[in-house]
């Protein structure tokens, strides 16, 4: 099992910056990778960033350049780095992990709103 914990979202105004943070616990040696997805109202949840074990990182093309994904290993922590928000940001963003036996985890989610 793998507990996530969320942290960091909020309002802000376009243009402006947010980080989100997940806290891991549990069978943290289990995990494979870690990443965020979002949903906004009426819409499908979708995949925004995702960090591997090994540093490797992808992103959904929307957020290339403004969104940054890191890991701190040392303290079973991932982070999203939101620079140059839009309102087309504004969603529930869930952390999420998947561990090398292929079970997922979710975090509880956290509001990000860029108003317009």
């Known amino acids: 099992q793998v507990q996530l914990v969320e942290s960091g979202g909020g309002l802000v105004q376009p243009g402006g910056s947010l980080r989100l943070s997940c806290a891991a616990s549990?069978?943290?040696?289990?995990?494979?990778?870690m990443g965020w997805y979002r949903q906004a109202p009426g819409k499908e949840r979708e995949l925004v960033a995702v960090?591997?074990?090994?540093?490797?990182?992808a992103y959904v093309d929307s957020v290339k350049g403004r969104f940054t994904v890191s890991r701190d290993s040392a303290n079973n922590t991932v982070y999203l780095q939101m620079n140059s928000l839009k309102p087309e940001d504004t969603a529930v963003y869930y952390c999420?992990?998947?561990?090398?036996?292929?079970?997922?985890?979710w975090g509880q989610g956290t509001q990000v709103t860029v108003p317009s």
């Open positions: 999420y992990t998947l561990t090398i036996s292929g079970t997922d985890y």
């Open positions: 549990g069978s943290i040696f289990s995990i494979s990778r």
């Open positions: 960090i591997s074990r090994s540093g490797s990182t």
